[in-house]
């Protein structure tokens, strides 16, 4: 167990539709990060939030979205959905002083029909 | 632009031999290189790193190497064991600006290893 908790473990809907998905870091963690993971892909990484405020940015589309909320935990929404969202997401969370150990979730596993 | 590369999407070995997992990177200006494991159903998880000043790091069964002349890591596993059958990703690190955890995480498309009985 990483300390991560992401909800809803397992999303089907439906293209155009718009899901939310949370996530909890590690106690005391206050960076969050944010990865896609499409078949044959890599882990994609798409923001990263620290203390509330958006770090970084990477291939996230214009139709995504994320906030970091002042008790840390941090949502992911996505619009417009379309079949190659499909994907599994993982939320993950670092400490200060950070080298790149990163604590991941077990993953958001979006299915768009 | 694939900054990271792991060319072998898969390797089976012999349980009690080496594994030997490679990556490839482009970007000179990583500062550490990772070694992710993921099991099915559950997410990635650390496995072992080193820093760009090192050449190799060595945490009991598991070694990395690092040559920076020829931006390659890679990761020996001796003995193999059949619970190390997994993914591994191969992650390198950048800062993306001073101060705080302003770091960002990039990722290869994973090997999956499996070690045979």
């Known amino acids: 167990d990483s300390g991560v908790t992401q909800t809803p473990k397992h999303l089907i809907t439906a293209t155009g539709q718009r899901v939310t998905l949370r996530c909890s870091p590690r106690?005391?963690?206050?960076?969050v990060y944010w990865y896609q993971q499409s078949l044959d892909q890599g882990l994609q990484f798409l923001i990263q939030?620290?203390?509330?405020?958006?770090?970084a940015k990477g291939n996230i589309l214009e139709r995504f979205s994320a906030q970091q909320f002042p008790d840390l935990h941090s949502e992911l929404n996505l619009s417009s959905l379309e079949l190659g969202d499909s994907a599994l997401y993982f939320c993950a969370s670092s400490t200060q002083g950070f080298t790149g150990e990163l604590f991941f979730g077990e993953g958001s596993r979006l299915t768009v029909l | 632009d694939q900054q990271v590369k792991q060319n072998s999407p898969s390797l089976s070995v012999q349980e009690g031999r080496i594994s030997i997992l490679n990556c490839d990177y482009t970007?000179?200006?990583?500062?550490?290189f990772l070694w992710y494991k993921k099991y099915p159903a559950e997410g990635p998880t650390f496995l072992i790193s080193i820093s760009s000043i090192k050449d190799k790091n060595e945490d009991g069964r598991f070694t990395v190497f690092l040559n920076k002349s020829a931006k390659h890591l890679s990761l020996h596993i001796v003995p193999s064991q059949p619970g190390d059958s997994a993914v591994y990703f191969c992650a390198a690190s950048a800062r993306v600006r001073s101060g705080g955890s302003n770091y960002k995480l990039t990722f290869g498309k994973g090997t999956l290893l499996t070690v045979n009985p």
């Open positions: 106690s005391g963690d206050l960076s």
């Open positions: 970007n000179s200006m990583f500062d550490y």
């Open positions: 939030y620290y203390n509330g405020e958006e770090r």
